[in-house]
């Protein structure tokens, strides 16, 4: 799944495990690891950050980039 910045400077993608951050020439310019083996559903970017479902538990949740 991935997301676009409300600015479109840069896409947010996951893979169901990890998130990264791309900027316009598709460089990672962040990597958010998921040490605690949460399932990433879908991802959404909004003005608070990148939320995405944490399948794990049905749980939103938002990360700053």
Same mark, same amino acid.
């Given at each position: 799944? *991935?997301?676009?910045?409300?600015? =479109?400077?840069? +896409?947010? +993608?996951?893979?169901?495990?990890?998130?990264?951050?791309?900027?316009?020439?598709?460089?990672? +310019?962040?990597? *958010?690891?998921?040490?605690? =083996?949460?399932?990433?559903?879908?991802?959404?970017?909004?003005?608070?950050?990148?939320? *995405? +479902?944490?399948?794990?538990?049905?749980?939103?949740?938002?990360?700053?980039?």
């Amino acid at each position: 799944d *991935f997301a676009l910045a409300p600015d =479109g400077s840069r +896409v947010a +993608v996951t893979d169901g495990s990890t998130i990264r951050v791309l900027d316009r020439t598709g460089r990672e +310019v962040a990597l *958010f690891a998921n040490e605690a =083996g949460i399932r990433v559903g879908g991802i959404a970017w909004g003005e608070d950050g990148i939320v *995405f +479902v944490d399948q794990s538990s049905g749980v939103l949740r938002v990360i700053q980039p």
